[in-house]
T-cell receptor, first 115, second 114 residues
Framework: AQSVTQPDIHITVSEGASLELRCNYS??????LFWYVQSPGQGLQLLLK??????LVQGIKGFEAEFKRSQSSFNLRKPSVHWSDAAEYFC?????????????FGQGTILTVHP | DSGVTQTPKHLITATGQRVTLRCSPR?????VYWYQQSLDQGLQFLIQ???????AKGNILERFSAQQFPDLHSELNLSSLELGDSALYFC?????????????FGPGTRLTVL
């Protein structure tokens, strides 16, 4: 069965600083990987996804993530954080081939941004 | 706005009661997913429907059931409610059924069981 680990429950950064959120996954085949963001009281919004090909993927809001098969990781990065990036971030792995699809989420990382 | 709508936004009810949560997928999406988000369990997949057929089941209790109707909207029925069922319930939709599909999430229904 697939699983996702986000080692950091809470991260605090200063506005303008760089950011890296860690994600490790466990899955038997080539995974479909996603990063979602959830603002307080809101649903989840997709930041970016990895299916195959280039291991560095670009997403919305200036985020990027790098797939490293050897480390089973899919870390999310942003070079300069804005106060509006404060939210909870979820890494997820999609499983099921073509017949079904379910997302398995990590526990989430809460990002606090100091002015 | 993801295009996925969920009603109601909030629901407060008592233990032992039954409630129905409703979801309308994005136009053109055939797959609907239900997820539960709680403080102790995190985000958990419950069930998936594709064009009216059940495709996958996750950690869904026997007291819970779902269906997808011909117009593709879906309902999640929760019965014999317990305090521990209090959670945020999300519906998501995608174009097709596979694991690589981008899932678009609705705003959620917050259920409080008193």
């Amino acid at each position: 069965a697939q699983s996702v680990t986000q080692p950091d429950i809470h991260i605090t950064v200063s506005e303008g600083a760089s950011l890296e959120l860690r994600c490790n996954y466990s899955y038997g085949a080539t995974p479909y990987l996603f990063w979602y963001v959830q603002s307080p009281g809101q649903g989840l919004q997709l930041l970016l996804k990895y299916f195959s090909g280039d291991t560095l993927v670009q997403g919305i809001k200036g985020f990027e993530a790098e797939f490293k098969r050897s480390q089973s990781s899919f870390n999310l990065r942003k070079p300069s954080v804005h106060w509006s990036d404060a939210a909870e971030y979820f890494c997820a792995v999609g499983a099921g081939g073509t017949s079904y699809g379910k997302l398995t989420f990590g526990q989430g990382t809460i990002l606090t941004v100091h002015p | 706005d993801s295009g996925v709508t969920q009603t109601p936004k909030h629901l407060i009810t008592a233990t032992g009661q039954r409630v129905t949560l409703r979801c309308s997928p994005r136009s053109g999406d055939l797959s609907v997913y239900w997820y539960q988000q709680s403080l102790d369990q995190g985000l958990q997949f419950l069930i998936q429907y594709y064009n009216g057929e059940e495709r996958a089941k996750g950690n869904i209790l026997e007291r819970f059931s779902a269906q997808q109707f011909p117009d593709l909207h879906s309902e999640l029925n929760l019965s014999s409610l317990e305090l521990g069922d209090s959670a945020l319930y999300f519906c998501a939709s995608s174009v097709t059924s596979g694991g690589g599909n981008e899932q678009f999430f609705g705003p959620g229904t917050r259920l409080t069981v008193l």
